[in-house]
């Protein structure tokens, strides 16, 4: 499978692409830092070096053509509202658009765990940008028409990979960035999960079982 990673240099693509081309997969990792290029290839990747917050659909089309699927693992990092909507939301919204005009039809996005339209997050509260976004990227993926999968982690940590966790949990804790990205590398070859939200924490459960409808 040719696998395109939107966030191809980030903490969890860091993870992702090794389980990804270990698994006989070809990745293309599309990263905004030419000076990453070098890292991403040592992970075994195909770095692509562009701007998806400057990319316009077509852009974005352009840079899918030939992949059986898409991830999306990118994000603003918080801080600026502005770049937040400009990344988190406007981008990975164009970026399902362009999935669907290329003919990607397998597309997983990260989110996070209370991600949706009743977040709750006040206004005032500095997450609020990046709550919101989410809960409208995740509603267009949903009404995309794609194969897609959200994944949704609880709080993440740098701790070692445990390859279990806990699925469907009904409050949140933590989670590895290497157990997520155990999760994405999981799910793109299990087709239970196309249509499904996956709500995890750490837990006791090998990832494979644990992710399986």
């Known amino acids: 499978m040719r696998i395109a990673i939107i966030g191809g240099h980030g903490k969890v693509a ?22 990453h290029a070098d890292e991403i290839r040592s992970w075994g990747a195909s770095p692509v070096i562009t701007d998806i917050e400057q990319l316009d659909v077509t852009g974005l089309a352009n840079a899918f053509a030939g992949h059986d699927a898409i991830i999306w693992s990118a994000g603003a ?6 770049r937040t909507y400009a990344v988190d939301r406007d981008a990975a919204i164009r970026s399902i658009e362009a999935a669907d005009r290329a003919g990607v039809r397998r597309y997983l996005m990260v989110s996070y ?19 919101e976004s989410k809960a409208q990227a995740d509603e267009a993926l949903r009404a995309s ?7 949704q982690p609880s709080g993440l940590t740098d701790d070692p ?53």
Request: charged share 25%; proline share 6%; aromatic share 6%.
């Open 77 to 82: 990092g918080g801080g600026d509202p502005k």
């Open 145 to 151: 028409g794609l194969d897609w999968t959200i994944v």
């Open 161 to 213: 990979a445990t390859g279990h966790i806990e699925a469907d949990a009904e409050e949140g804790a933590q989670v590895s960035r290497g157990d997520v990205a155990g999760v994405l590398a999981a799910a793109v070859e299990d087709a239970s999960t196309i249509g499904r939200s996956i709500r995890f924490n750490t837990g006791e459960t090998p990832i494979a079982e644990a992710i399986r409808a």
């Open 14 to 35: 860091r993870h992702l692409t090794p389980m990804l081309t270990a698994a006989g997969h070809e990745v293309s990792s599309i990263a905004r830092n030419p000076d």
């Open 113 to 131: 765990f209370g991600a949706g339209p009743d977040h709750g997050v006040p206004e005032d509260d500095d997450f609020f940008a990046y709550a």
